[in-house]
Each structure stands twice: as structure tokens, then as C-alpha cells.
């Protein structure tokens, strides 16, 4: 499985790299604080393992010399024939042709409290989409629940587009929801192409074969679907902060393909 390539950016306090087994602590009490969906363990080893074809980017405050967790997005790669039927429907990627495109769908995305609100997940995001347009994939989606409007605006910010609300896509009996009582609530799919100049070229090799490993999707197809983020049953229907954070950005993205993101 692919990883994010580590990210040897140590500007200020802030330090981007994937998630690895040491982390999975943090990331599961990470998790639990910041979702109101459970997860099991098998999710986070497979999120710090790089496994299932799940990789990951967080960000670690490194003041004091040692690691903190403060956010991560974790992501997996799928072909379109392993996604739902009903989430391509609304995405226009129904066709037979899109069988063998590749998709980046987002598992989970957070920035732990205290370090919210100063650029981070759109850091994340940004690096994902790069690293997406990388992979190959043509498509990046995920779910939101209709609450959330954080993450709702975030995304939107972000050039999502919202295609689809369906109805009773979530259920919750975390009791972490906004009502405990209440298990069923409406998910929003959001959506967003990738962007083709994001793609970078490796040399003349991968551009001869590009086309069937655009063909094929950068995987092979392996019997997985969306199994690590069904949060229920199918639908029925700083730091300096912000001057910091876009130095950041532009660092990571000249330290990984050699040029800014313009
Ligand atoms: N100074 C002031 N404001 C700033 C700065 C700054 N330097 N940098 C960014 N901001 C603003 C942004 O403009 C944005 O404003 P908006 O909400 O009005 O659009 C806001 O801060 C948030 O942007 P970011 O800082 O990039 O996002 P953040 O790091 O705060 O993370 C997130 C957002 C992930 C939604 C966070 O609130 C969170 O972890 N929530 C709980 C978990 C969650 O809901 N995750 C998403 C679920 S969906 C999924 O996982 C697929």
C-alpha cells in the first residue's frame, strides 16, 4: 500500500508525515474525541500500517521535541467498480467506462481542538488532492453527516461540490451524537475531480505507461470495499498561523515535486 511520502518539513512547530504504528494510540483517542462514529482497532492498524490501501498525512506539533498528533486525514484508494452503486449514481460515474477509474475516497479528516482554525486541514486536504492527482485518481468523495457544518464549510471552501443528501445514511449509537437518543441522521456525499495538472510527471518510463495505469487504477484489484468507514447500513435512497501555514504548504509541495503549488 502506498503512503505519503514522509514530509521532512520541520518549519516552525508543525511537522507533516503519515501515520505510522507508533501512532496508533493517538490516533484512536483522537478519533473518539473528535467523532461521534466508533471505530474499531482494525481500522486504525490498518490507517498507521498503511494496509487495505489506506494512507494518511498528519500534522504533529513538535515544539518540545517530541511528537503531538493534532490532525490527520486518512483516505483510501478504490477502483470505481468497488464503489457503492447508489454513491456513483450521484457522482455521473454510473457508466460501465468508469469501472477501471480510480477514486480517493476521504475515511476520516480531523484537527485535534486547540489547533483548529489555523490553516491545518486545508493543509491536509491540499496534500491529499497532490497525492491523489499522483495516484492516478480521477475522483476524490466522501461522506459527511448533515450536522457537521464545520466540515461542511471546509470542504465547499475547498471546491467540493455537494451531489447527494441521503437520508438516514448514518447510524450512531456511540451516544456521541447530538441527540443520544436519536441513531439515524442524514449524510451528506460530496465530491470533487482532481485536478489533471496536479499531475506530476516521473520521468519518460511512467509517462509511456501511463495510460494503463490509468487504464488499470494505480491498484490492483484487490476484494475490498469501503468496508472501514460503513458507518451503517446502505442509504436508502500555531504558531504564526496562516502566514506560517501557506509557507508550509508551498514547502511541502517544493520538497515533493520540486515546485510550488502557484
Ligand atoms: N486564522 C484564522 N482562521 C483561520 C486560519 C487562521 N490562520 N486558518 C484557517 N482559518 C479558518 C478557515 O478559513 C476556516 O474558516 P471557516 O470555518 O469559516 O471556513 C476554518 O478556520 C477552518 O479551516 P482549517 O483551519 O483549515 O480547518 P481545521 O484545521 O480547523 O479543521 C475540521 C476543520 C477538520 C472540520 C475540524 O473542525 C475537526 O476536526 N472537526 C471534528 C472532526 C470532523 O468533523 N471532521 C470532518 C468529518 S468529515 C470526514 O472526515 C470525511
Known amino acids: 500500500m502506498e503512503s505519503i511520502p514522509v514530509l521532512d518539513m520541520k518549519k516552525g512547530q508543525l511537522y507533516y508525515r503519515p501515520l505510522r504504528p507508533g501512532d496508533f494510540a493517538e490516533l484512536k483517542a483522537a478519533h473518539l474525541d473528535l467523532f461521534p462514529i466508533d471505530y474499531d482497532d482494525g481500522f486504525f492498524s490498518k490507517a498507521v500500517n498503511g494496509m487495505a ?23 483510501r484508494l478504490v477502483p470505481m467498480s468497488e464503489v457503492e452503486k447508489t454513491d456513483r449514481q450521484h457522482m455521473g460515474v454510473f457508466a460501465s467506462s468508469w469501472n477501471s477509474v480510480s477514486a ?11 489547533y483548529q482554525k489555523q490553516g491545518i486541514a486545508t493543509t491536509l486536504i491540499g496534500q491529499l488532492e497532490q497525492h491523489s492527482a499522483n495516484l492516478g485518481a480521477r475522483v476524490m468523495f466522501f461522506h ?12 465547499t471552501r475547498c471546491h467540493f461540490r455537494c451531489v447527494a443528501n441521503l437520508r438516514n445514511f448514518y447510524c450512531i449509537k456511540s451516544g456521541r451524537q447530538p441527540d443520544p437518543r436519536r441513531t439515524r441522521w442524514d449524510g451528506f456525499l460530496f465530491m470533487k475531480w482532481v485536478p489533471m495538472e496536479l499531475k ?9 505507461i501511463a495510460p494503463i495505469r490509468n487504464a488499470w487504477g494505480t491498484c490492483w484489484p484487490f476484494a475490498c470495499r469501503q468496508l472501514f468507514v460503513s458507518p451503517g447500513p446502505p442509504p436508502e435512497s500555531s504558531i504564526e498561523p496562516q502566514l506560517q501555514l501557506s509557507q508550509t504548504t508551498t514547502s511541502i509541495f517544493r520538497r515533493l515535486f520540486g515546485r510550488g503549488r502557484a
Open 53 to 75: 490501501r489506506i494512507f494518511s498525512l498528519a500534522a504533529f506539533d513538535i515544539t518540545g521535541g517530541c511528537e503531538k498528533l493534532v490532525g490527520f486525514v486518512t483516505a
Open 104 to 114: 480517493v475516497y476521504i475515511l476520516t479528516l480531523g484537527v485535534v481542538p486547540g
Open 144 to 155: 459527511v453527516i448533515t450536522y457537521n457544518e464545520p466540515a461542511v464549510r471546509l470542504y
Open 200 to 208: 506530476v510527471s516521473t520521468g519518460p518510463v511512467m509517462e509511456a
